[in-house]
């Protein structure tokens, strides 16, 4: 609860000082997406899920890793509700295939809605990554305010993560819940 709302969110000035101080300290994930509607016909409206991978190839927040909301972090095969969140293992593979370990801070940002970025900061949360924060503002606040962006689509190492359940101290919840942990090779 508070312990979390003084750390959870991030200023673009933190975010900068981090990545000039120790960049190699840093998970930086780019979920840019939007939620779009089309009309169906007969008064009906089709929701349309988009990530915005184009507009990270363009420009985004040097070191950034893209992670597509609609297919990395989703059970794509849950066709009822196409944007449930993953499985833990599902979730830890593209975890490791994005190089994303347990022992560095995320940082996570999207357009700036704070959509995108809140669903991936609770799904790592959830998921038991124990530091993970929000860039307030977002990639909009971020280039408001100037700071450098990389074109260059960085290259990550895979990284070994484990699913396990643990369970939860809550006593309203009485289901387990699972966590990744970073392995060491």
Known sequence: EDRWRGRAL???KWLKDKLEQAPDQLHLLDVRGQVGKKDAGGGRVETQYEALSDDF??????????IDWT??????ADSSAPVQLASCDAFARVMEAKGISTAKTVVVYDTGQMLFATRLWWALTLYGHPDVRV?????????QEGYATSSYTHTHTHTRVRARTRARTHTHMHRPYYIYTSVSR
């Open 10 to 12: 991030v200023s673009t």
């Open 71 to 76: 297919r990395d972090i989703v059970d794509v």
């Open 57 to 66: 190839l363009a420009a985004h927040i040097p070191t950034a890793v893209f």
């Open 135 to 143: 860039l307030d503002g977002g990639w909009k606040r971020w280039t």
